[in-house]
């Protein structure tokens, strides 16, 4: 399957973005998926992640509230919807698949991914 993440961008803080990500040549509903981000000089973290029965999230503790994760099966998208951004949010924000069996399977690290897409910049301005 090839990832394609989009929608990142310069936004002030407190404001709002959505990043989507794209799958082709397979589907979500037989992945978990996740998002991950890097910033500058830091190593890449996990943001969020969803089962592939699209029932069971996990969001890291900083962005628990303001982040949310859901799948679109007709689109074959997952998507990440990020409110009262923070500067701290600044960074290239990847999306990751696995393929799995488990509906309830979540994987929270990035070696469990097998597939990524290309990073997609999220600025947050003070």
């Known amino acids: 399957v090839q990832l394609q993440a989009s929608g990142g961008g310069l936004v002030q803080a407190g404001g709002s973005l959505s990043l989507s990500c794209a799958a082709s040549?397979?589907?979500?509903?037989?992945?978990?998926v996740g998002w991950f981000r890097q910033a500058p000089g830091k190593e890449r973290e996990l943001v969020g992640s969803?089962?592939?029965?699209?029932?069971?999230?996990y969001y890291t503790d900083s962005v628990k509230g303001r982040f949310g994760i859901s799948i679109d099966n007709a689109k074959n998208t997952v998507s990440l919807q990020m409110n009262s951004l923070k500067p701290e949010d600044t960074a290239v924000y990847y999306c990751?698949?696995?393929?799995?069996?488990?509906?309830?399977?979540?994987?929270?690290?990035?070696?469990?991914?097998?597939?990524w897409g290309q990073g997609t910049q999220v600025t947050v301005s003070s």
């Open positions: 969803i089962s592939r029965s699209g029932r069971i999230t």
């Open positions: 990751a698949a696995l393929p799995t069996a488990s509906q309830r399977h979540l994987p929270k690290t990035a070696g469990e991914y097998r597939y």
């Open positions: 040549g397979g589907s979500f509903s037989s992945y978990a």
